[in-house]
Structure formats: C-alpha cells, structure tokens
C-alpha cells in the first residue's frame, strides 16, 4: 500500500515537474489541431480527445474559411457544428484539464487560396464585417484568440501588390477590437527569405501581432523536380551549386529578425510531416536527383509526397537514418522511396537553434502526425515533447 502511494506521488510529482517546466520555460509551444484527421483510418484517426492539453501553451483549430463578402465559412460543419461532431466546443473544452491553456481558431490554409483573401482585406466594409464576425465566433465559443492564416498575401491565385499593406490594415483592426477583451492575434507567415518581401510588412506585423508563427518547412517536396529536405536548417554546398544558398529555415528566420520582427514573438515552425520522393533511380539518392514524383501516399495521411512520422516509425522502424551534417536534417530510403522528415536529435538541434536566437518558442504543424498514440516505443509524442525536454534542460 505505502509503495503504491509513493509511486502514485511519484506520478502526481513527475508531471507537475513537466507542467512547470513548459511554465517556466517561457517559451511558446503552439501546436495546431488539423480538424480533418477525423476521418483518418485505423491508428491514423485523430480525434480532439487524442490532443494532450498539457503538451503545448496554445493549440489552434484549423481552419475557418472566408467569403468573398467577408463573412466566415465553416468549413466542416459536421466536424466543428453542435448538431454534429461539435468539434469547436470540444476543442475549447481542453481547458477544463488545462487551464493555462490558450486555445485558439484559426483561418485560411493552403486550401483556401489567396485571391478570397486579397478581396476582403482591400475594401473596407468587407474588413468590418470579418472583424466583427470573428470577434462574435470567439466570444459565442470562447476561443482565446484568433489565428491568422492567408496563404500568402500577393501570391499564389492573387498577385495584388497591395495585399501586403491591406493584410496590416487587416490584423490593426482585428487587433482594436480584441484588445479590450484581451483576445490572442496571431498569423502563421512564409519561412522562405525570398518569399517575405513580397507578403510582409515586417515592422508592422511585429509590432501588431502577438505571435508570428513562421512556418519553416515545405522548402522542399514534391512539387520540385528533385529531391531536397523540407526541413533543412541551413543550405550546403550542393545548394549553392544550385543557387539555393538563401533557400533553408536559418536564412529565413534571419531575414525575419533582419527586417525588424521582435525575436520575442517569432515561433520557430516545427514539421512533424517528412516530404517524401520517388526517385528515378534508386541508386542515385543525392540530394537534387531527379524524381518520378513525390513518394507512395501512407495508409492515413493518404496523399502523394507526405508522410506523418506515425506512419514511417510504423512502416520502417528498422530502417537506419542518414544524417546530413551541413543541413542538420535525416533521411531514410528504402527502396526508391527517399523520405525527408524530423526525429527526435533534429528538433533537439532546431530547439538549440531557436534558444540561440531568442526565439518566442515554436509552432508545430501538427499534432496528428507525431507518435501520438506511442506506438514506436519513444512515448506518446516523442517529437513534440523532445521540445519540452530540451527546454526542461535549459531551465
Ligand atoms: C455573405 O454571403 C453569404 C452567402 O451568400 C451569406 O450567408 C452571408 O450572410 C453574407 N454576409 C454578409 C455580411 O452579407
Ligand atoms: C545559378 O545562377 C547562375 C547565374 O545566374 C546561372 O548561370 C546558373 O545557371 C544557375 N545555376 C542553376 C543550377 O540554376
């Protein structure tokens, strides 16, 4: 009896030691919720329970949609509705086990375009309208705040120059009105140097916004015609040959910082998606071999080119990683399969990386694709939490 009390406080005081690291710490861990892993299969299937609130400062549910009258879309009614799965309610509950926890919704992603976007921040009734709709959506659901998404001002299906300056105009008025009710504003932004010229007022989205969430990852995939590291921390010699000496997440972040945004607010994105490739020929593996395409879909994330890290430590758990030192990335190839993604040692590094900077914390796209069940014999959660762990060492 007295052993099973001491474990019990043995438990009860390893995990208050863990929640009090991740306070500590003060560093941010913005984790996003990808509301359509829902419908996944088999261990695939992802669910708000599966969400340990005690892992990450905030979580964000994605993704609201926009009209082109400015008013928001549900993008999923069944998932996120009351008469359905009642998924905003449930997502929000997560505080109950965590009170700490900021929790907040999220608008745009890749699915939705620009040109909807470009629209609505360009006309001044239409701004009003989705400001005050997003202002009465948090409040009816109790979100802490409101993340914005736009992928990406000026590009893609809208090449509006004017997005940039519209999209400021956008988030001070969003901003105005969340600040009597202190609602979080946040915005997931291009982690790319080349990219943010175009999008970003940079001292103005510093100053406005609470967190920057800088989504450094996809700088490689299948939509090239070679293989490359989604995740590369810096370029090496065969990028330079490439002239993509500027193209990796440490150029990246520096352009961020070089352009006036406060390191206090940048989060540092964290993939737990690998990008993956069917080489052309399986004896050639270089980086920048040609391709016949992106890599077989996996059983759950079921799309060419990507693979969660649940899906290869289950599909190649023998399979030995290969460590580039320039870029401070693994692969695994097996096959004529060549898998770009992030384990354990990598996020090590990258959370090293971010500390150095000064960094605000980290976001993480997300969680579903992480071992969130324990299935691989690392926990559950072994990448995300390898973020806590090592700023537990910190402390
Ligand atoms: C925008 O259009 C949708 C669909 O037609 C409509 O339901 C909504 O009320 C409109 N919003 C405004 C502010 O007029
Ligand atoms: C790199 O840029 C140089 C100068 O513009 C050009 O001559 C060369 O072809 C480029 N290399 C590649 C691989 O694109």
Known sequence: MKLLAAGILFIIGVYLVQARNVQSSGKTIYCYFESWTVYRPGNGKFDIEDIDPTLCTHVAFTFLGIQENGSISILDPWESDSDGLNGFQRFVNLKNQNPNLKVIV????????????????ADATKRTVLKNEVLAFIQAHKFDGFDFDWEYPARRDSENPEDKQNFVLMLRELKAAFEPHGYILSAAV???????????DVPSLSEILDHINVMSYDFH?????YVGHHTLLYSSAIDAEYNNSDWNINDGINYWLELGADPSKINLGIATYARTFTLEDASNTALYAPIKG?????????????????????????????????????????????????????ITTKVNYALSKNLGGFMVWSFDTDDFLGICGGGRYPLINAIKTTLATKN
């Open 106 to 121: 999220s608008m745009g992603g890749w699915n939705e375009m620009s040109e909807k976007y470009s629209e609505v921040v």
């Open 190 to 200: 291009n982690g790319a140097k080349r990219n943010i010229d175009v999008s970003y």
């Open 221 to 225: 995939g299948e939509f090239d015609d």
């Open 294 to 346: 992106g890599g077989t879909p996996g059983p759950y994330t079921r799309m060419d080119g990507v693979l969660g890290y649940n899906e290869i430590c289950e599909l190649y758990p023998n399979v030995a990683d290969i460590y580039d030192a320039d870029q401070k990335v693994y692969h695994k190839i097996v096959g004529d399969q060549w898998i770009g993604y992030e384990n354990v040692a990598s």
